[in-house]
């Protein structure tokens, strides 16, 4: 059963435009989120992160938003960069990480 | 500043012949995990280890095998692979209360 979800295997978007991803999640007791970033032939790196006690983080470009009753997540990426084509992953500390499928972002210079 | 080390980076097998993937880190970390990548599938894990001599079955661990003896170290083994076996390994560690980090992983064809 899937526990983390990421509906949307891709998505294109024009440099300078906003990339929206998003992630779902079914465990209510996960209170704690993070977006893993993962470029060809290299181990995912961690971006950003969000306690369930928050509704919103933001770091620079990279803004990650909770709706914890409609178990919901997003990261925002404005404005979007050629160097932001990757992989995004959705992640959620349980007893082990759970991780979504990914999505895989392409940035149209 | 080593971080998570994976040995080797990429391997051929043949079918029934076995190896061992070898996951270092340096961070004095508690907890560590393999998993494998593949088209489609996202990231999922094989096998978990929370401490030194304690290891756990992931979501995928048939095939596999890991042992932890050490705490900076987690062993992958494949005793007879198979061509389902083909994947991208990553290993990652974690502290108990933080962040998941990577190794560069290893890519593992069987023929």
């Known amino acids: 059963d899937q526990q983390v979800k990421q509906n949307s295997p891709s998505l294109s978007v024009q440099e300078g435009r906003i990339s929206i991803l998003n992630c779902d999640y079914t465990n209510s007791m996960f209170d704690y989120f993070l977006w893993y970033k993962k470029y060809p032939a290299e181990g995912p790196t961690f971006l950003i992160s969000?306690?369930?006690?928050?509704d919103k983080n933001e770091d620079g470009r990279f803004t990650v938003f909770l709706n914890k009753s409609a178990k919901h997540l997003s990261l925002h990426i404005v404005p979007s960069q050629p160097g932001d084509s990757a992989v995004y992953f959705c992640a959620a500390p349980g007893n082990q990480f759970y991780f979504g499928t990914g999505t895989s972002l392409t940035v149209i210079p | 500043n080593a971080g998570v080390t994976q040995t080797p980076k990429f391997r051929v097998l043949k079918t029934g012949q076995s190896m061992t993937l070898l996951c270092a880190q340096d961070?004095?970390?508690?907890?560590m995990y393999w998993y494998r990548q593949d088209p489609g599938m996202g990231l999922r894990l094989i096998h978990y280890?929370?401490?030194?001599?304690?290891?756990a079955k992931g979501e995928v661990p048939d095939g596999y095998n890991v042992s932890r003896l050490k705490k900076q170290n987690f062993l992958l083994g494949l005793e007879s692979a198979a061509p389902s076996q083909t994947s991208v390994y990553f290993c990652?560690?974690?502290?108990?209360?933080?962040?998941?980090?990577f190794g560069e992983g290893s890519r593992l064809t069987v023929l």
């Open positions: 969000i306690s369930s006690i928050k």
């Open positions: 990652a560690s974690s502290s108990k209360t933080g962040e998941l980090f």
């Open positions: 280890s929370v401490g030194e001599g304690t290891t």
């Open positions: 961070m004095n970390h508690e907890y």
